[in-house]
């Protein structure tokens, strides 16, 4: 059973950059592919980013594209996201979660595991 823990999230003014963290415990953490999504309020929740566990490849929402990073530490079974360049339409709880799939897919179905999510809200 993997136990996700997401901090850094807050409000921030359009323009402006946070930096999300998730911190795994009671998984073999450098096994799985880790993802973020997000759930603004009467939205469905939409794949942000993923990084996969063996090559490190990353993959992004076009809505995200340029302005955010999803990185991994391993050895701190720690997956991050950098979000530069915050607009209003950011606003959304960020989840994080890890799949242990072979195959990395965008899909939220295709992840196991799941975190309580972390508010982000950027203010106009």
């Known amino acids: 059973q993997v136990q996700l823990v997401e901090s850094g999230g807050g409000l921030v003014q359009a323009g402006g950059s946070l930096r999300l963290s998730c911190a795994a415990s009671?998984?073999?953490?450098?096994?799985?592919?880790m993802a973020w999504f997000r759930q603004a309020p009467g939205k469905e929740r939409e794949f942000v980013a993923y990084i996969t566990w063996n090559t490190g490849r990353t993959y992004y929402a076009d809505s995200v594209k340029g302005r955010f990073t999803i990185s991994r530490e391993n050895a701190k079974t720690s997956v991050y996201l950098q979000m530069n360049s915050l607009k209003p339409e950011d606003t959304a709880v960020y989840l994080c979660a890890a799949s242990s799939r072979v195959l990395a897919t965008t899909g939220g179905s295709g992840y196991d595991y799941w975190g309580q999510g972390t508010q982000v809200t950027v203010s106009s």
């Open positions: 009671g998984g073999t953490f450098n096994r799985y592919t």
